[in-house]
């Protein structure tokens, strides 16, 4: 079964430079920023009929944010699934069908009334 490197995800309550992603969420804005993965930015590459793959994601921000769930869209053969805890989970590829889909791993903010941030980068599966 494949391996993803570990994947690292960052949360901020402030707006920070590129390469960080800002997001306004209400009237707060925030930045995430993911390193590791398959392309160094969180981003999930598989070949198909390569067995599972598996990502590990670990959370890097301040103990105030706390991973929830993980929404998957445009995963029409319904390949991907999410094992989670508040710091750190797993995204499980079964990877048996072409498809490029997204992840978006909800991280809230406990020190800030329990605002949501979604991050989101890609996988494929080529």
Known sequence: MP?????????RN??????????VVGSQTYSYLYTGGDDGHGGLVASVGQGRD?????????????????VFSDDINNQLSWNGGARAGTIVDSNT???????TVQVTDTGNGNCTVPCDPQIINR
């Open 3 to 11: 391996s993803t490197p570990q994947i690292h995800l960052d949360v």
């Open 54 to 70: 598996t990502a590990p994601i670990q959370l890097d921000a301040d103990q105030r944010y706390q991973m929830g769930d993980c």
């Open 97 to 103: 069908q072409v498809e490029t889909a997204k992840y």
């Open 14 to 23: 402030f707006s920070s430079p590129a390469p960080w992603v800002d997001v």
